[in-house]
DNA sequence: ACAATAGTTGACTAAATTAATAGGGTTTAG
DNA sequence: CTAAACCCTATTAATTTAGTCAACTATTGT
C-alpha cells in the first residue's frame, strides 16, 4: 500500500462527487474547477475508478459520473486501491524466492503493516465523509463571519464517524 | 504522511538492526547484506534516522549504528517521519489562504487522515516488532526442512485480510 | 608513534518511477 | 450536425530511488 497525493486527489474528487451525485451525473469538468485539480489528471484517475466498478459513467451531453453503487460500500482503501496500482514492496517479488530467513523478514513484516493500514482505511467509507462535510459546509453558510477552525479532539471525533 | 517504499526500507533496516545492537555497534555493510539493500541508500537512510535521533553512530572499526533510545520509545512513525521527511499535500501551502469552502475540504480532510494514519503508526513500536522477529526466527530454525512457500491465492489473502 | 584498516559522512550523479499535461478520438442528447 | 461530455495514448516534468566517490575518524597492530 502506497500513500501518495494521487490517492489523495481521487478521494477529495470522490466527495465532491458524492455531495453533487443526487442532482445527477457530475462533470469531471466541474471537480476540476470545485476542487483545482487538473481536468486530464481526473480523466485518469476516474478512467481507473470506472474500470475498478467504483464509479459509472455517462457519455454525451449531461453526462458525467455517478457512483456504481452505495456510498456506504465504498471505503477510502477501495478508492487508493484503484487509482495507486499494485506495487509489491518485497525484494524477492511476492512469490517467495528467497534465500534465508533474513530476506523473508521485509516481506512478512510489510505485508502485515500493509494489512493493518488497510484494515484501517476499509473501515472509512465515503459515506460519513461527504455527510461530515455536507453538515460543516452548511454550517459554514449560516454563520459566515465566524470562519470555524476545529480543534484536534474534535476532528478525532470526526474521522472517526 | 506518504507512505513509500523507503520507509519500508528504514523500518527493515532498523529491525535488523534492533535484532543485532545487543552484540555492540551493528554496521550497515551487515545490514545491507543481510537485508539486500544498498549500502549507499541505507547510508542515506541512516543519516536522516542519526539526525532526527533515533539512532546514534559510532565511528572506526568496530563502530557502527545503536538505537539512540530505548526500542518501546521508537514508533513506526518516527522512522517514517525521519526518512520521508515535510511534505504538504493541501494546495493552499498548509496554512489556509484557501479561498472558498471548497478548496478547503481537501485540507481538512488530509489533515484528518494524516492524523490517523500516524496515530497508528505511532501505536506500533519497534520492540515488539523486533521480538515479532526473533521468536518467528527461533520457531523457523526449529524446523528447518519444512521450508514453508505461500502460494499466490494465500498471498492475495493475507494482503486483503 | 605510525600506518593500515574498518567504519561513517556528505556531496554529487544517474536511472527509474510517478505525476501531470496535452491532444486527439468517440459517444450521445438535442 | 454539433456541442458536451467521456475516453484514450503519448509526451513531458518532477520526484524517488539507487549508486558512486572521495573525504574524514577512530581503532588496532606493530
Redesign the interface.
Known amino acids: ?5 494521487k490517492g ?1 486527489f481521487a ?2 474528487a470522490m ?2 462527487l458524492g455531495m453533487r451525485q443526487q442532482r445527477g451525473p457530475v462533470t469531471l469538468a466541474g471537480i476540476s474547477e ?3 485539480i487538473s481536468l486530464s489528471y481526473l480523466e485518469q484517475l476516474f478512467g481507473r475508478l470506472r474500470r475498478h466498478g467504483i464509479v459509472d459513467s455517462v457519455r454525451g451531453p449531461g453526462g458525467g459520473y455517478t457512483m456504481a453503487r452505495p456510498m456506504v460500500e465504498i471505503s ?1 482503501a477501495d478508492i487508493i486501491r484503484a487509482v495507486d496500482e499494485p506495487i509489491d ?1 518485497t ?1 524477492c517479488g ?3 524466492n528467497c534465500h534465508d ?3 523473508c ?2 516481506h ?4 502485515n ?8 482505511l ?1 473501515g ?1 467509507d465515503l459515506a460519513s ?1 461527504v455527510e461530515t ?1 455536507l453538515s ?2 452548511a454550517e ?1 453558510g449560516s454563520r459566515k463571519d465566524e470562519r470555524r477552525v ?1 480543534g ?1 479532539a474534535e ?2 471525533a ?2 472517526n464517524g
Open positions: 500500500m502506497r500513500l501518495t497525493t489523495r478521494v477529495t466527495i465532491d470545485r476542487q483545482k477510502v514492496a525484494q511476492g512469490l517467495g530467513g533474513h530476506e523478514m521485509t512478512e513484516l510489510w505485508i503493516l500493509n494489512e493493518h493500514i488497510y484494515r484501517y476499509e472509512v465523509l462535510q460543516k459546509q459554514a476545529l484536534t476532528l478525532k470526526v474521522v
